[in-house]
């Protein structure tokens, strides 16, 4: 499951952290997996992954944005990966962009290429995490 904020044109429509329903979605959801936007500071912090009770609960960090075409800083990420192990297991979590590069047929303010750097940059930077 995806939990979206907004994606149109590389613009979002809500902000804020998991904090508020962080027990449900958690602890409280029967899924294989959650994709968490986490490209800004719009999206809160790690503190709520405490709530994730279950091993097998894949969690997917978008860390990465796909609403602009820079590149993130590796170490940066790398940081950002640590600090969310802090709450669950590393084996646990995993990295890709915070939502999809076109959501909407208008596509965001990013070119193709980029998308395709951001894509190569993902596979990077968990390979230096995750050997």
Not at 43 to 70: A, C, H, N
Not at 73 to 79: A, G, L, T, V, Y
Not at 100 to 123: C, D, M, P, Y
């Amino acid at each position: 499951m995806h939990i979206c904020r907004g994606n149109f044109q590389s613009t979002w429509t809500a902000e804020g952290g998991y904090d508020a329903a962080a027990e449900t979605i958690f602890d409280g959801l029967d899924l294989d997996g959650l994709f968490l936007e986490y490209d800004d500071s719009r999206s809160g912090g790690f503190e709520p992954l405490r709530y994730v009770k279950r091993p097998d609960l894949q969690l997917v960090l978008g860390l990465i944005t796909s609403k602009f075409g820079e590149l993130e800083s590796k170490d940066s990420m790398k940081r950002r990966i640590e600090e969310a192990s802090k709450y669950v297991s590393l084996d646990q979590l995993c990295l890709s962009p915070q939502c999809g590069f076109a959501s909407t047929e208008e596509g965001n303010l990013i070119t193709e290429e980029q998308q395709w750097a951001k894509l190569r940059h993902v596979v990077e930077i968990a390979g230096e995490v995750w050997k």
